[in-house]
């Protein structure tokens, strides 16, 4: 017992919880819960506020998603510990090392649910010529909670479509444009260009923008780019599609990847966005932010701001997320390495 503020506050034990209300064991606790007294519910997930790092600079796609997803995540959160007084998200900014400061920050905090963050899969790529201080494998994989197709494109008034680009490709080497070299719009375009036997040359550039404006210029006759990056160059008419790298494709007359006889190329193309915790985090505190984010995701509010923003939302979640990434990490980083270092600077 303690005295704050004139009043006195009883810290029940788990004994004086059994002998007030005459029950007895393990089960009996867990069976009545909902009547516990104020004091044990302050022990329960979550009783404090939760870090949500981020490696991706404010104002991108994928940092307003996650805005506006949080206070959806809030409110269940709270909801569902009414009496713990938690459950407020932070959203916390971390830049730096491609991700891998941020990725860090998360690995080495106590698994006690108060620290999640954002994990792209193309950092298994991108990582694989560096040292790095944890096992992403071992992250606690909660959801997935997009994932971004990519779509090869041209200028405007470039092929008319994928069948004359590859004509074109085999009486002579294309111009392909990336972005950086060794990050994950080359490491994508090097798996296209190994899976579809396209001739080509990739000329390497510092973001998409730069790419885009290559494109458009007639320095470059292809490039392969994240859907969402591009989508107002492509509503424009500045460029276009010459195949969408996902299930069925969006654009009129524009075969998927499928369409095309490639179907394993939709899922190692796309970028995947994950949310992770830890390693070893407890099963229950997993249950509790996997349903506060699956009832978030699913709020109809939510959902409206999603459409109304264009912003693609396509969740897997628990044993399904985790086997996506892990499935993803070894493409990249086992099975697709020999191919990798056929190339110049890996």
């Known amino acids: 017992m303690r005295k704050e503020g004139g009043s006195e506050h009883r810290f029940f034990t788990r004994r004086d919880f059994l002998k007030i209300t005459g029950l007895s064991g393990t089960a009996a606790v867990l069976g009545s819960v909902s009547n516990a007294p104020f004091s044990l519910a302050s022990d329960f997930y979550p009783s404090k506020s939760i870090t949500w790092v981020s490696p991706y600079r404010v104002g991108g796609g994928f940092d307003l998603i996650a805005r506006g997803l949080m206070p959806f995540v809030t409110r269940n959160l709270q909801e569902a510990a009414r009496g713990a007084k938690g459950g407020g998200v932070i959203f916390k900014v971390d830049i730096g090392g491609d991700g891998q400061r941020a990725y860090s920050r998360i690995y080495s905090s106590k698994p006690d649910g108060y620290t999640i963050g954002t994990f792209d899969s193309a950092f298994a790529v991108e990582s694989l010529r ?44 294309l111009k392909w444009g990336v972005g950086v070299l060794w990050r994950a719009t080359h490491a994508a375009s090097i798996i296209v260009k190994e899976e579809t036997g396209i001739r080509a040359r990739f000329i390497p550039f510092g973001n998409t923008a730069l790419t885009m404006s290559a494109l458009m210029r007639g320095d470059i ?60 985090l407890p099963e229950k505190i997993q249950g509790s932010l996997i349903a506060a984010f699956k009832k978030a995701i699913n709020d109809k509010g939510f959902q409206d701001w999603a459409q109304k923003g264009g912003f693609m939302v396509n969740p897997l979640y628990g044993a399904e997320a985790d086997k996506l990434a892990k499935k993803m990490i070894r493409f990249f980083q086992e099975d697709m390495k020999p191919i990798f270092m056929k190339y110049e600077g890996f």
């Open 130 to 173: 560096s040292k790095l201080d944890f096992d992403m494998k071992k992250f606690t994989y909660l959801l997935r909670l997009n994932s971004a197709p990519r779509v090869m494109v041209t200028r405007k008034d470039g092929f008319a479509g994928w069948g004359e680009m590859l004509k074109a490709a085999k009486a002579k080497e």
């Open 221 to 280: 006759q292809v490039a392969l780019v994240a859907e969402d990056s591009v989508k107002a160059l492509l509503a424009a008419g500045e460029i276009k599609a010459l195949a969408e790298f996902s299930d069925k494709s969006i654009h009129p007359d524009v075969p998927s990847i499928i369409d095309l006889g490639f179907p394993h190329l939709t899922e190692v193309i796309s970028a995947h966005r994950f949310l992770v915790a830890p390693p070893a």
